[in-house]
């Protein structure tokens, strides 16, 4: 057994050795709230960008569907989504809403189909609706 004297020469003679200090903490985290900042700065536009893109396809898609549920039927009037879906004109599985979540709405008048989504601020008749096509829902009056 070593005496008290070897034990505490031992424990001196090793070198000390050190955490982390709270300051070098608060430098790693301020770094990474710096890149994760600028990574939300860069992606936000493009992702506001690419749920716009999509609202605009899925707008077309239900247009088109619309179409060939008028011809096939033989109508003029217009379908519901569920009417589409049960007549197997939109795939089932398919997400029927917008990318915000509010369902499209279909306007048929004169043998024109439009289809609308309420866009990102969810209110119907801004200027951030999306229209397919993009002019008839306009010379309607979108603000319905």
């Known amino acids: 057994m070593m005496s008290k004297k070897k034990v505490l020469a031992l424990l001196r003679s090793r070198p000390a ?15 990474i709230a710096m890149v994760a900042g600028g990574v939300a700065f860069f992606a936000l ?3 506001r960008e690419s749920q716009i893109k999509t609202a ?12 060939s549920w008028q011809a096939s039927n033989n ?8 009417q589409l879906v ?10 029927t809403n917008d990318p915000w979540g509010q ?33 008839a829902a306009a010379a309607e009056g979108g603000g319905e």
């Open 17 to 31: 050795t050190r955490g982390v200090t709270l300051l070098e903490v608060l430098i790693v985290v301020a770094i």
């Open 86 to 95: 049960q007549d197997k004109q939109l795939d089932p599985g398919a997400n």
């Open 75 to 82: 109508e003029t009037n217009c379908p519901t989504i569920s």
């Open 45 to 47: 536009p493009r992702f």
């Open 103 to 135: 369902p499209y709405s279909i306007t048929c008048t004169d043998g024109e189909v439009s289809v609308t989504s309420t866009g990102p601020d969810k209110k119907k008749g801004t200027k951030d609706d999306i229209k397919v096509p993009k002019g």
């Open 56 to 67: 605009e396809t899925g707008a077309r898609v239900i247009r088109q569907a619309t179409q």
